[in-house]
């Protein structure tokens, strides 16, 4: 397996989500769709590792799947993820606009997770 393809695409998407939710590209909307959520007084240190582990589980997947030439079921994977946060977003009754954000940022992550088994 290419660990430095796995390192590299959990930092890639962990970074990624840094800047999707900024006030400068969708945070203010999807703070909005997801009713009307204050940023929090200090950084939200247990959401934070629970979201770099799970992201970091994603690029092992696509790693793994890589390995064995079936990207397609880490493209499977990358998908249910994301309909499974889509489901949850509905459920607890976020908007449309920020279902479509958190399930949108699951997708480009691993398209950044793919990249990074491509490219290294």
Excluded: C, R
């Excluded at 890639?12 to 590209?25: E, H, T």
């Excluded at 200090?42 to 970091?56: E, K, R």
């Excluded at 880490?74 to 977003?89: P, S």
């Amino acid at each position: 397996m290419n660990w430095t393809a796995v390192v590299v695409g959990t930092i890639a998407a962990f970074g990624l989500g840094m800047i999707w939710f900024s006030p400068m590209m969708f945070g203010k909307a999807w703070a909005k769709g997801s009713h009307n959520i204050e940023a929090p007084a200090s950084a939200p240190v247990a959401a934070m590792i629970t979201q770099f582990m799970g992201i970091a589980l994603l690029a092992l997947v696509v790693g793994i799947t890589e390995t064995d030439q079936a990207i397609m079921t880490a493209i499977g994977a990358i998908f249910a993820v994301a309909l499974f946060v889509a489901g949850m977003d509905l459920f607890s009754q976020k908007s449309s606009k920020a279902t479509l954000i958190d399930a949108g940022y699951i997708v480009a992550a691993g398209v950044l997770m793919i990249l990074a088994q491509g490219l290294l």
